[in-house]
């Protein structure tokens, strides 16, 4: 069983720049979710997709948007930087079938330098 | 107010001893709590899960969640070395939903 996997492990880029983050689910995993976790804090959830749809925000500005594909990979877009978006970008992938609990599981995360 | 609060320490502690980790939260609604662990450059790894109230252990850990004072704990028996690491409690309302984490607390055990 594959488990979640994150590309690139490490990016530069500088303010004003757009970035694109990407992730493979879990095989058989359906619902994909991206966590910002700035340094010294704990992951601050972003966005969730499930079956190529948003299903749900969190307090993100529109700059931050997504894709999720039919395969349920997924796409982090941040446009305009800002200094404050370096941070370690996390994606989460999970079951979401009936009303059983569904593990997350976690990659091992994009660190994202914006200078 | 944060959704979760969670000391961030660093905690240190030696070999064998009992470790308590603890979050507390506002929001009643949140039903299932989990503790993940996350190694340095590492993402997180789900430790334990706990639905509603009540206790529930893992061989060496466990975890216990009181609903009625908005508090839950990580309890780590006999610690280890390899158990040095970030300690993050995280809850949600309902399964599959967004999670909200604490800090974090960073922990090393020394040998």
Request: aromatic share 14%; with cysteine.
């Amino acid at each position: 069983e594959t488990g979640v996997t994150q590309s690139p492990t490490h990016l530069i880029k500088t303010r004003g720049q757009q970035v694109t983050l990407r992730c493979s689910s879990q095989s058989g995993h359906n619902t994909v979710s991206w966590y910002q976790q700035a340094l010294g804090q704990g992951p601050q959830f972003i966005f969730q997709y499930y079956r190529e749809e948003e299903n749900g925000r969190g307090n993100f500005p529109p700059r931050f948007s997504g894709l999720q594909f039919p395969n349920y990979s997924s796409e982090l877009n941040v446009n305009a930087l800002e200094l404050d978006d370096s941070a370690l970008y996390l994606c989460a992938s999970s079951s979401y079938r009936d009303s059983s609990y569904n593990e997350q599981f976690f990659g091992p995360g994009t660190r994202l330098t914006v200078l | 107010q944060k959704e979760v609060e969670q000391d961030p320490g660093p905690l240190s502690v030696p070999e064998g001893a009992i470790v308590s980790l603890n979050c507390t939260y506002s929001n009643s609604a949140f039903q299932y709590f989990m503790w993940y662990r996350q190694y340095s450059r590492k993402g997180p790894e789900l430790l334990m899960y706990t639905y509603s109230s009540g206790n529930k252990e893992d061989g060496r850990f466990t975890a216990q969640v009181d609903k009625s004072s908005k508090y839950i704990s990580l309890f780590i028996r006999d610690s280890q070395p390899s158990d040095s690491a970030t300690y993050l409690c995280a809850m949600s309302w309902y399964t599959g939903n967004q999670f909200y984490f604490g800090t974090g607390t960073s922990l090393t055990v020394i040998p």
